[in-house]
C-alpha cells in the first residue's frame, strides 16, 4: 500500500531503530498519528535534546550532560578500583545493583573479529592512558558480557594489563553465557562481583 509521503518517511525512520521491522514501524507511525500535538512535539524534542546535549564523558566514556560524569566527579566512589564495561547500560545496571562504589571505564563496543572490530575500534586506548595517568588504581574489573566478543575482550585486556602490574579481576560467571550484562538482575550482579576472580 502506497502511504502519504510525511508517513512514509516516519515510517522508514522508525525502521532505522533497532528491533523495529515494517510493521511495528507502521504502528509506531500511526500510534504518533493518533498522539496530541503538544506529545508529538514533547517527542520530538526529547529526541533532537538527547542526541545535541547527551556526550561522552572524556574521563570515562560513560553518555553525560556534564563532563566529566557524576559518577567520575563522585569524590566518595573508590578511586582505586576501575570497571571496564561494554557499553554504558551496563553502567545503568551496575548501578541499580547499588554495591559498586568504584569507578568505570565504558569501551563502546567489544572485539568482534567477525565484524570486523579490532582493539583500536573501542574505548581501549583511553582506559590505557588513565591507568598511566592515576597511580592510584589497583584494580580494574572486567565487566564485559558473558559471550564471544566479551570474552574475547577480556581476555586481550587482561594480557594487556598484566604488565602494569594492576589487579586485573573478571566478574564471576553468575552471569549467564550469551546474555548481556544490561538485562541481569542485581541479585545476579551482585553476586557476579562478589566472586570475581583474578585473570
Known amino acids: 500500500m502506497q ?23 507502521v504502528r509506531l507511525a500511526f500510534h504518533v498519528l493518533d498522539m496530541e500535538e503538544d506529545d508529538v512535539l514533547t517527542f520530538a524534542k526529547s529526541l533532537v535534546s538527547a542526541k545535541r546535549d547527551i556526550k561522552y564523558c572524556t ?5 553525560t550532560d556534564i563532563d566529566p560524569c557524576a559518577i567520575c566527579k563522585d569524590s566518595h566512589r573508590d578511586e582505586t578500583v576501575v570497571c571496564v564495561v561494554q557499553d554504558s547500560r551496563d553502567v545503568i545496571a551496575m548501578e541499580k545493583m547499588r554495591e ?21 575500534d573501542i574505548n581501549v586506548s583511553s582506559l590505557l ?9 589497583q584494580e580494574v574489573i572486567l565487566a564485559t558480557n558473558p559471550n564471544i566478543e566479551g570474552e ?28 548481556d550484562l544490561e538485562y541481569a538482575d542485581e541479585v545476579t550482579l551482585s553476586r557476579a562481583m562478589e566472586g570475581r576472580r583474578e585473570l
Request: net charge positive; glycine share 14%; hydrophobic share 35%.
Open 59 to 63: 574521563v570515562c566514556g560513560h553518555i
Open 100 to 120: 559498586y562504589r568504584g569507578k568505570y571505564h565504558v569501551l563502546h563496543g567489544a572485539i568482534s573479529p567477525m565484524e570486523g572490530i579490532g582493539p583500536e
Open 152 to 179: 574475547a575482550t577480556s581476555m586481550y585486556l587482561s594480557r594487556l594489563l598484566k604488565p602494569t602490574g594492576i589487579r586485573v579481576t573478571r566478574l564471576a560467571h553468575g552471569l549467564p553465557v550469551g546474555g
Open 129 to 137: 592512558t588513565r591507568l598511566q595517568e592515576n597511580e592510584s588504581i
Open 3 to 25: 502511504y502519504p509521503e510525511a508517513i512514509g518517511r516516519l515510517i522508514e525512520s522508525f525502521t532505522k531503530l533497532p528491533g523495529i521491522g515494517p510493521k511495528t514501524a
